[in-house]
Every structure is written in C-alpha cells, then in structure tokens.
C-alpha cells in the first residue's frame, strides 16, 4: 500500500494532475511521422499556413545538423508555419514516391504548392530568408 501512495504521489508532482498550464496543453508545432501515405502526406501540405517537410534520418549528420535551427525558427514563427518531419527510414514508400533522393530534403509549401525544394544541408541564414522570401 505504501508503495502504490508513494508511486501515486511522485506521478502527480511530474503531472500535475488538476492544474490548467497553457505550455503544457498548447498543441505541438512540429510534428513526427511514420508510415506516412501519399494521400495523407497531400493532406498534410494543404494547410493554409506555410509548411515546411524535412525529410531526414536518424543517421543522418547533416540532419542533426540543421534540426536545432528548424525547430528555433518554427517557435520564432510562433504559429505561422507547420513543420512536418518525417524519418526516410520510417516511411520508405512515401519517400520512393516522392522521389527523395538525399538526406535532409527540405520542402515549403503554401497552400498546398510547393515553394521551394533543397537537398542537402542548408545554413540557418539562408533557410530563413527562403521561408521569409514566401510570407510575401
């Protein structure tokens, strides 16, 4: 009995069960995939907002590279833009589909059409002056 109280209580100082914290109910702004389908992919890019897909891997060097500076530049945006990360290992079938050919694929999307494409590792300054280049 003790170790049930004692389980019961560390879990709700780490959840804090009752209480309302915005930062913790605020949806989350990027977004994982696996076993993607094209149709669902298609969906995906319809968004009205600006969407960026960064097709990576876990392998992948330059991938882990530019993965801090997307994911800054997605909270700077706070809210403008959707980023889509999707593991090639994962979702194979989308990626042969797609015709992703190298690792990080970079696409921007707006409404549904495709903006801009880059493969291969892209530095933090140029990738935010190709998403601000779109908002016009």
């Known amino acids: 009995m ?3 109280f004692l389980l019961l209580l560390i879990l709700s100082s780490q959840f804090n069960f009752g209480q309302t914290d915005t930062k913790k109910i605020a949806p989350k702004k990027e977004i994982v995939y696996t076993n993607l389908t094209l ?8 968004s009205d ?13 330059p991938c882990k590279k530019i993965a801090p500076y997307i994911k800054k530049i997605n909270e700077e945006m706070n809210g403008e833009l959707l980023v ?5 290992d994962k979702n194979p079938d989308l990626a042969k589909e797609l015709k992703i050919e190298g690792l990080p694929t970079l696409i921007l999307y707006k409404n549904g059409e ?23």
């Open 49 to 61: 907002k600006k969407t960026l897909v960064d097709f990576n891997a876990k392998w992948c060097g």
């Open 2 to 4: 003790k170790k049930i």
């Open 84 to 88: 889509i990360k999707i593991d090639t």
């Open 114 to 136: 495709k903006k801009w494409e880059n493969l291969g590792y892209l530095q933090e300054e140029k990738l935010r002056q190709l998403i601000k280049n779109e908002q016009k």
């Open 39 to 46: 149709n669902e992919y298609h969906k995906l890019i319809s």
